[in-house]
């Protein structure tokens, strides 16, 4: 199934947030929160997946310099495992380098190693660990990617 990616819109938010309530049972944002995402455009990228006209997943970058966080990503179970999310936070990290962000940030579920996996293999380093942050007592990863470093290095590589 062919799967296409461009900004969201306002009229994404209902089905964004159907998505977010099924693949964050615990910690699902209100809808309200995506409107107030929305509305910060001069601060904010959002993007979302489609597929038949459907939402299938979605990602958000949130940059007040120095650092940009990834404020949120996901894939719909059907298409999980099909490089989507891979593709997702390239596009998240290359908006951070756009806007000149010297950090990348994120938080992840201890309990959730998919994700821990994708970044880690991305160079996101684990710098703090929250205990009992997560609602039912799950500790968070801080994780962060530093984009001055990554520059540096491919400076180098290039001479
Ligand atoms: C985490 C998530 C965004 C990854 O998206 P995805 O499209 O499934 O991931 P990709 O297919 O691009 O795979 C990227 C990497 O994730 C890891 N990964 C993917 N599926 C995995 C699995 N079943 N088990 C372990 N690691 C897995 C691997 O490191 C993989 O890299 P590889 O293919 O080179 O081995 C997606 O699983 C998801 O939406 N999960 C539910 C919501 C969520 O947890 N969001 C993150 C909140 S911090």
């Known amino acids: 199934m062919s799967v296409t990616l461009r900004e969201m819109t306002v009229s994404d938010i209902p089905e964004v947030h159907k998505l977010e309530t099924e693949l964050f049972p615990e910690d699902a944002w209100p809808l ?25 997943g ?15 990503i996901a894939i ?4 999980q495992g099909q490089g989507l999310g891979r593709k997702l936070l390239t596009l ?17 579920r201890f309990d959730n ?19 009992g942050y997560y609602k039912g007592g799950v500790d968070a990863l801080i994780m962060r990617m530093q984009l001055d470093a990554l520059q540096g290095q491919e400076e180098d590589n290039k001479a």
């Open 92 to 108: 998240l990290v290359q908006t951070a380098k756009e806007r000149k962000a010297l950090d990348v940030m994120l938080e992840v």
């Open 32 to 56: 309200a929160a995506f409107e107030s995402e929305l509305a910060h455009s001069d601060t904010r990228n959002y993007w979302v997946y489609e597929s038949e006209d459907k939402v299938v």
């Open 58 to 72: 979605y990602a958000g970058l949130c940059t007040v310099l120095p650092i940009s966080d990834v404020q949120t």
């Open 113 to 131: 190693p998919t994700a821990i996996a994708l970044y880690e293999s991305m160079g996101f380093v684990t710098i703090h660990r929250r205990v």
């Open 76 to 79: 719909s179970p059907q298409f």
